[in-house]
Structure formats: structure tokens, C-alpha cells
């Protein structure tokens, strides 16, 4: 480990050891990155309406696999210059070459019009997203906007922090909604198009500059230290009327705008599944099947600096250690509001490959809205949630006894 240094921006003359940040490697050589989604017949030319970037328009390389025989060849095209430069490798085509795990971006939809995002009378009475009190901190998009609408749900982003300032979903859990065409296939690989093999590519968004979100490799090249944590998780958006709709909205959802660096093992369902375990049980409790969900990090002037990569090179980025979660929904007709805030354990940042993840470094609390406000001086919600806040009612406290969380006073 680098010799330790301290920080010079400790809050309140507290000394930080700038040694317990994260530090990675060197760059890997180019045959140790991801697959990258080549171009398909379909999608839109590069510039056309609804097309975004792509691999030989932006300058990611598009990687290609050709088998012939017992050699398999790979193909890396990158832009620059007049024309595409193309770098040939070859390799010998054996069994176990093919049965590697590799990264494949899930099936996108790239006509972006189509997307309507969040619905704020979703629950049949208008409950709009938070208010942005501190518009400077907001990225904006290329047409002028700051929201980026997707399937079911929608993001702003933090300029700085390159992280998702806030998310809005809508939750539907109606079976019919769940499966709408029962002959088909509705998990993650059918959804995304995956084989048994491939693990989901995240990718970043078209419509926003480069400089205002983190790239996958940020999350592959962290010598293991975070996961890429779903802000709006999959299953909750992956709904509709229609088996593209759920295809849609599951792609959506591995846009790196959705992505927070978490803890390793503290956003995988096997290893406790915190982050869902809340609206699951809510969603059960309230015996209701739609809920709106509102979520994102807590920013803090004194959070944790890692050194890592992104597609650029060397960047050094600030990692949350806390989150909020506010859950809409309604029990009897009325409506209901719960609060939550959920703080992770750095300091073993970068965790060691042989280290057990310990489920109690996640602190989970109930809080009410007023509070949670106060804590979150860019954005303010709406009176609406503030007048179906359940922390002071028996509801509130038996939920929170019911999904083990602290409940403060």
C-alpha cells in the first residue's frame, strides 16, 4: 500500500488517511478489455434520428470475433483520421477460449424519442420528482435538457460527481404487467439477449457529454472494489404491455447513469440484496402493485476519493457512502410515504480478493422526509410526500421493525 497521506480537505480538522483510498494498476493492454457490442442490422446510422453513438462515431473500439477453423481472429476498429484504423489479432480457436465469460451489452432500443420516463400521476394524483433547488450542479443534455428519460424511469445527473443526483421510477408488480406475453422468456439473458455465458456490458448514454457520467471501465478496473450498484433496479421497471416494452426497460437499466459504485456483494440479491429488499417488502406489506420510487447518493463534501479509470485515462472521483430511498405507494386508498437512508463501510476500499463481504458495514435507517430533506440541500421534495410521511405513524413503525432497520427517536 502507498505510503499513507493525509487529506487536506478533513472536515472539521478530523485527519483522513489518504492511503485508504482506492489505487489501481496500470492500464490493461488492449486484449484484457470488454467485448463491445458491434453494430447490427437495424440499428440507426450514426447522426440519424433516434441513433446515438456508436463504436466507429465516438471512438470506443468495436471488437469483432471471426472463427475460421481451429483460429479465431479478432478485429479492433477504432475511429481516427479519414477512415476507421483496424488492428487484426489472432488466436488459436479452443474450447476453452469459447466457454470464457465474456461482456456483452444487453439488446438496446436506440430510438431514444420513445421513452416518456417517469409518470408523476402514475399513482392517480400528481407526484412530481424533487425539485433541483441548486440548477448549476445538474448535467445537461445535448438538446439543452437535464433529464434523461427511459423506460419506466428517468435520471438527472451530478456535472461534478458524474453520478446520478436523482431517479424516479415507476414500479408496477401486476402480473400482467410482469408477463404480458406468457410464451416468452422474461429474465436477464432472455431480455437482454445474452447467452449463458456473457455478463451484462453497462454502457454510457448518447445524449449526455462524456465528461458528466463514469464508463463501465470504471467499475471493471477497480481491482474488485465496488459493484456497479443499480440506482433503479431492473426488476422494479421491467413492466409494460408489451414483451419489447420489458426488453426496453431492461436495457435501460444498464445505462452507467444507473450506475453507483456499492460496496462489493451488497447490490447482489445472493449476498442479501439490501438495496430491493425495501421495496419488496413494501410492496408486499401494502398489498399494492404500483409504487413510485424516487432514490440516489447522498453527496457529502468529506466522501472518500478513489484513483481510477475511466476511457479517457487516469480520474479520481468521489465514492457516496450514503443513499436515500423514498417509497411511494398506497395502503387502504390513502397515500403512503416512507423514507429511508442506507450508508456503506469504505474503509476496506479496495477490499482484498480474499475478504468476506460483511453484510452489517450496510447501516440502514427509516427516517422521515422532513429530515431527509434537510439532508439533501440541492434537491426538496414535494408537500404531497411530505403529507404521506409514515415515520411517525404506527405504519412507519411497524415497517421498520419488519425490515430490521434503525429507526431514529
Known sequence: MATPMIRSDAPKGETIDEGSTGRLPPPPPPSETPDYR?????????????????????????????????????????????????????????????????????????HYGNRKGYDPEFLNVAIPMPTIKTPSVVAKLEDGGHRLDYQNFSVVMHRERRLCLITAANVDNAPRRRRPDPSRKYGRGPLGGLGEKDKELWFTDPRLAEQFQLPDRFFTRDEGAFDRGHMVMRESVCWGDSYLALRRANGDTYHTTNCTPQVAGFNQSSKGGRWGKLENTLARNLKQERMVVFAGPIFGEDDWWFDGLDDAGAVRVQIPSRYWKVVVGRRDGALVAFAFRLEQDLSAVPLDPELDVDPDAWREELVSVEALDAELPQLGFPAVIEDADQFDEELGRAMAEELGVVRPG
Open 38 to 110: 458491434p453494430a447490427v442490422a437495424g440499428d440507426p446510422a450514426p447522426g440519424a434520428p433516434g441513433g446515438g453513438a456508436t463504436a466507429a462515431t465516438s471512438g470506443v473500439p468495436q471488437r469483432v470475433e471471426v472463427t475460421a477453423g481451429a483460429v479465431r481472429i479478432e478485429i479492433v476498429i477504432t475511429a481516427g483520421g479519414p477512415g476507421p484504423a483496424v488492428a487484426v489479432r489472432g488466436a488459436p480457436n479452443d474450447g476453452a477460449a469459447r466457454e470464457t465469460e465474456k461482456a456483452v451489452r444487453p439488446w438496446t432500443d436506440p
